[in-house]
Structures are given as C-alpha cells and as structure tokens.
C-alpha cells in the first residue's frame, strides 16, 4: 500500500505539472520578456540603442569684423557763400564758373570810385603832414618851437594815416576774393547788377578731402574713435570709397539716441561731390581669432544661451556667452574652443547624453580656409534698426 500510494503522489504531480506548462503556452506573449529589454537569448542582455545622426561644424578661429550700417552725407571740406560786405554795383567778375581759384584771387569787384577819391584826398592831407612834422622836428631841435606845437604835428600825421587805413579797408570790402582754394560754382548775378550783403553771388567748394557726416546707436558709441575706418558707397556706383573718422558730437542727440559722427575721405579727382547722399559702413571691432557658429546652433533658454557638441559620441550641453549675430552666424564669446563639434540639427530632440553620430559640414568646418566675416548692425538718424538679422544677440 505505502508503495502504491508513492506512485499515486508522482502520477498526480506529473498531471499539476503539464497542466501548468499548458497555461504556460495558452498565455502567448505574457510571459516573454520584454522585447528591446532583451537581445532574445538566454541571460536577457540590453539591445543598444541607435545613435542619432546630425549635421555638425567643427568650430575654428577665423577673422570677424563688426561693423555698424548707417546713412551719411557727403559734405565739402570747406564750403561758403560768396556774398558781399557790403552795398554796390558790380563793375567786374572775374572767375569762370566751375573754375579752380587760389585763396585771395579776386572774383568780384563792387563799384568804389567815391572811396578812391576820398582816399587820393587823405593821401594828400598825410602828405602835407608828414612835410609840417619834419619842419616843426627841425624847429624843436633848434629850440625855436616847443613841445606842443611838434606833438600836434605828430599827431597830424597819425590821424591822417587813420584816415588811409579806414579808407583801404572800406575799399576792401568792394572786392570778393576767395577765402581758401577751391572751386567756384554757378553764377547768380551779372556786371552791373546792384547787390546786397544779402545777396547770393556764388558758392566756393574745396574738394580734395570730403566730409562724411552720419548717425550712429549710442550703444556704440565707446567703440568708435578718432581714426576709425569707414567705407561708404553714393548712388549712381558701386564703387566703395575709404575714410576714416575725424570727430563726434561730444552728445548724444535725445531725440533719436545716436551720436553724430563725421568722417573725412580723399576725393582727389573730385568725382565726390557735396550734398550727396552716402551709405556707411563704419568698423568698430576686428578680431583675428573669433570662434562662430551657425546661428541655428544656438538654443535660447530662460536665462542663457546654449549649444549641443559632440564628446565621445554623445551630446553634451554647453552655456555661452554670444556676441554679434550676422545673418547666418553668431559670434561666441565663452563656452567653445577650437575644435568642437557643434551640432546643428535635431535640436528639438536633442538632450545631454543621447547618443549622437555628427556628420561635419565640409563647407564650415575648420577644413576650409579661414574666411572674413563681417556682423553688419544698421542705425539711422532717424530711427536705429537691425540691417537684415545682423545685430547683437542678447
């Protein structure tokens, strides 16, 4: 009995267990692991998972200038108003419209015979004088005359050289000269015409060195100084001409916030004119070894920028400190240097420590040779504005 009663216990045992291994199989998927969890073999090892492929630059060292956009315009060295000092009629002109004059060439001769005479008549009167004086010397000498009676002949004299002196300088004021070297322009009046001191004559431009004047933002206002250069171009060309910056207002206008700066540029052959209306470039920094990077490479969070690199294979975050921003690059200050691989795509997924594959741009890493860029910022006397994105990040 004891031995028919084991074998009993195994039979029911052996059925508990096929049974049990029947549910096993009835519950399909339920008791498989995990699919991924697992590479499907024994000891339940974890698949890898893929690494993200993005685009990349590698960052290196390059020239970057910044400049400021602005309008100007062009105005003479030296410029005036020909007029008179003072009423008459004009006997004679003596300058060829957009003609070249040397400073106290006479150009206009107003009518003076009545200051002539009156001078021929002092001169005679200094004349009688000075023959009195040189009598009363001799008398004084002598003993004969005293002091009185040679002071007033001295004085007589003197007054009579008065005399000559005024006249000469009234007859100065009927004659026009030019005040510097220059060239005269069109004509208003004619011989014989009666002017004015109000009166337009003609204008005298000197044009061997022009002057620019134009607005700045009065943020960048400690970075431009005496010597800074300028390039400008008019309309009608496309040529782009060289200056450099002479003075600035010593104020910042409070109606439009910009600082009034004037430049200075040869104009040898006198192909600028004044008046003409200019578009400025002004330098205000240069860097030989700026590190930039695609703009879209920057991320901008609540209190700092950041950008994604490369490192082993995985995306690491990185805090920077940006600078000016062109139209496609942004100037980093801190936080890269050379030879980091900043990714470019797949931001929106991007997170420290994913796995990444960066495929480097050929056409910006540092393979390529070191090209020149220039951040282009834009102001206006009128209103200061961005110029095409450019500007300053932050």
Same mark, same amino acid.
């Given at each position: 009995?004891?031995?028919?009663?084991?074998?009993?216990?195994?039979?029911?045992?052996?059925?508990?267990?096929?049974?049990?291994?029947?549910?096993?199989?009835?519950?399909?998927?339920?008791?498989?692991?995990?699919?991924?969890?697992?590479?499907?073999?024994?000891?339940?090892?974890? #698949?890898?998972?893929?690494?993200?492929?993005?685009?990349?630059?590698?960052?290196?060292?390059?020239?970057?200038?910044?400049?400021?956009?602005?309008?100007?315009?062009?105005?003479?060295?030296?410029?005036?108003?020909?007029?008179?000092?003072?009423?008459?009629?004009?006997?004679?002109?003596?300058?060829?419209?957009?003609?070249?004059?040397?400073?106290?060439?006479? *150009?206009?001769?107003?009518?003076? %015979?009545?200051?002539?005479?009156?001078?021929?008549?002092?001169?005679? #009167?200094?004349?009688?004088?000075?023959?009195?004086?040189?009598?009363? #010397?001799?008398?004084?000498?002598?003993?004969? @005359?005293?002091?009185?009676?040679?002071?007033? @002949?001295?004085?007589?004299?003197?007054?009579?050289?008065?005399?000559?002196?005024?006249?000469?300088?009234?007859?100065?004021?009927?004659?026009?000269?030019?005040?510097?070297?220059?060239?005269?322009?069109?004509?208003?009046?004619?011989?014989?015409?009666? /002017?004015? @001191?109000?009166?337009?004559?003609?204008?005298?431009?000197?044009?061997?060195?022009?002057?620019?004047? &134009?607005?700045?933002?009065?943020?960048? %206002?400690?970075?431009?100084?005496?010597?800074?250069?300028? @390039? &400008?171009?008019?309309?009608?060309?496309? #040529?782009?001409?060289?200056?450099?910056?002479?003075?600035?207002?010593?104020?910042?206008?409070?109606?439009?916030?910009?600082?009034?700066?004037?430049?200075?540029?040869?104009?040898?052959?006198?192909?600028?004119?004044?008046?003409?209306?200019?578009?400025?470039?002004?330098?205000?920094?240069?860097?030989?070894?700026?590190?930039?990077?695609?703009?879209?490479? /920057?991320?901008?969070?609540?209190?700092?920028?950041?950008?994604?690199?490369?490192?082993?294979?995985?995306?690491?975050?990185?805090?920077?400190?940006?600078?000016?921003?062109?139209?496609?690059?942004?100037?980093? *200050?801190?936080?890269?240097?050379?030879?980091?691989?900043?990714?470019?795509?797949?931001?929106?997924?991007?997170?420290?420590?994913?796995?990444?594959?960066?495929?480097?741009?050929?056409?910006?890493?540092?393979?390529?040779?070191?090209?020149?860029?220039?951040?282009? *910022?834009?102001?206006?006397?009128?209103?200061?504005?961005?110029?095409?994105?450019?500007?300053?990040?932050?």
């Amino acid at each position: 009995m004891t031995r028919a009663r084991r074998w009993g216990g195994w039979l029911a045992a052996g059925l508990v267990a096929g049974l049990g291994l029947g549910v096993w199989g009835w519950g399909g998927d339920r008791g498989r692991p995990p699919v991924g969890k697992s590479g499907g073999g024994a000891g339940g090892v974890a #698949r890898p998972v893929a690494p993200l492929r993005v685009s990349a630059v590698v960052v290196a060292p390059e020239p970057f200038t910044e400049t400021v956009a602005s309008t100007g315009t062009l105005r003479a060295e030296e410029g005036v108003e020909l007029q008179a000092e003072t009423n008459g009629k004009i006997v004679r002109i003596a300058f060829t419209e957009g003609s070249r004059v040397r400073r106290g060439d006479l *150009l206009v001769k107003l009518n003076d %015979a009545d200051l002539q005479a009156t001078r021929a008549r002092a001169s005679s #009167r200094r004349e009688l004088a000075k023959r009195r004086e040189a009598r009363m #010397r001799e008398l004084y000498k002598d003993g004969i @005359a005293n002091q009185d009676e040679f002071d007033a @002949a001295l004085n007589d004299v003197a007054v009579q050289e008065a005399e000559i002196a005024l006249m000469e300088a009234q007859i100065a004021k009927t004659e026009i000269r030019a005040p510097f070297d220059g060239v005269v322009g069109l004509r208003f009046v004619s011989e014989g015409a009666f /002017v004015s @001191a109000s009166s337009r004559i003609a204008t005298l431009q000197r044009l061997d060195n022009l002057k620019v004047d &134009f607005a700045i933002p009065e943020r960048y %206002a400690g970075k431009v100084g005496q010597g800074s250069p300028v @390039a &400008f171009t008019v309309a009608g060309g496309d #040529r782009k001409y060289q200056g450099e910056v002479q003075a600035s207002d010593p104020r910042i206008d409070p109606g439009t916030r910009t600082l009034l700066v004037r430049a200075i540029c040869p104009n040898p052959d006198g192909r600028l004119l004044p008046g003409t209306f200019a578009n400025v470039e002004i330098t205000l920094t240069r860097t030989e070894d700026a590190i930039l990077v695609p703009a879209v490479a /920057v991320v901008s969070g609540v209190t700092d920028k950041n950008v994604f690199v490369s490192v082993d294979g995985k995306a690491e975050r990185r805090v920077v400190e940006t600078g000016t921003r062109t139209e496609s690059t942004v100037q980093v *200050l801190s936080g890269l240097r050379a030879g980091d691989v900043v990714i470019t795509s797949g931001l929106q997924q991007m997170r420290a420590g994913l796995p990444v594959e960066p495929v480097v741009d050929a056409g910006v890493g540092r393979s390529m040779e070191p090209r020149r860029t220039t951040g282009t *910022l834009s102001g206006s006397r009128r209103g200061v504005g961005l110029a095409g994105g450019g500007g300053v990040e932050g």
